[in-house]
T-cell receptor, first 112, second 114 residues
Framework: DQQVKQNSPSLSVQEGRISILNCDYT??????FLWYKKYPAEGPTFLIS?????DKNEDGRFTVFLNKSAKHLSLHIVPSQPGDSAVYFC???????????FGKGTRLSVIA | NAGVMQNPRHLVRRRGQEARLRCSPM?????VYWYRQLPEEGLKFMVY????????ESGMPKERFSAEFPKEGPSILRIQQVVRGDSAAYFC????????????FGQGTRLTVV
């Protein structure tokens, strides 16, 4: 029973274009969402987060959008760069004392 | 990311041996989480500890696996009598507070059972 789903295992994007990574969740108790980036043989690195009281959070080239009614969030990267090529994990938690629940990840390849 | 230290980075064990994975959280962090990543899978939560206490072990197999976070020293994830299916990358994360707003991960320990 996956509470956090990333339905696209992989995504290829041309350098300079927009990358859109999607994530769906089923648990309505989740109120905090995070995106992590992971390179091979390294641990996940925190990228950006959003609280359920917001519908958008922006940090440089990275923007996360949250649609609570659809239980959907997305990460936009623009412009995409070759160094963005990595696996991106969506994670969610209910603030308080629940650990992060992760999706299976989406492998982004940015082609020069 | 570099602040959470895990060792060893790679660990090879024969079936039936014990594996001990260590995690030193970031300075000032007293909350530690262990996750396991199987090939082509996401990170699966195993256990959440605060100093000297296990807060949530709902993701940890009931047998052969144990975790501790003593008052002094690193957190230890211990796997007894390892089997091939235990081969995975084990990641530790730490956070400053229970709210877990930003958990920082270590580089992981890749366990291979032969």
């Amino acid at each position: 029973d996956q509470q956090v789903k990333q339905n696209s295992p992989s995504l290829s994007v041309q350098e300079g274009r927009i990358s859109i990574l999607n994530c769906d969740y089923t648990n309505s108790m989740f109120d905090y969402f995070l995106w992590y980036k992971k390179y091979p043989a390294e641990g996940p690195t925190f990228l950006i987060s959003i609280s359920s009281i917001k519908d958008k959070n922006e940090d440089g080239r990275f923007t996360v959008f949250l649609n609570k009614s659809a239980k959907h969030l997305s990460l936009h990267i623009v412009p995409s760069q070759p160094g963005d090529s990595a696996v991106y994990f969506c994670a969610a938690s209910a603030r308080g004392n629940t650990p992060l629940v992760f999706g299976k990840g989406t492998r982004l390849s940015v082609i020069a | 990311n570099a602040g959470v230290m895990q060792n060893p980075r790679h660990l090879v064990r024969r079936r039936g041996q014990e594996a001990r994975l260590r995690c030193s959280p970031m300075k000032g962090h007293s909350h530690v989480y262990w996750y396991r990543q199987l090939p082509e899978e996401g990170l699966k939560f195993m256990v959440y500890l605060q100093k000297e206490n296990i807060i949530d072990e709902s993701g940890m197999p009931k047998e052969r696996f144990s975790a501790e976070f003593p008052k002094e020293g690193p957190s230890i994830l211990r796997i007894q009598q390892v089997v091939r299916g235990d081969s995975a990358a084990y990641f530790c994360a730490s956070s400053r507070s229970q709210e877990n707003t930003e958990a920082f991960f270590g580089q992981g320990t890749r366990l291979t059972v032969v």
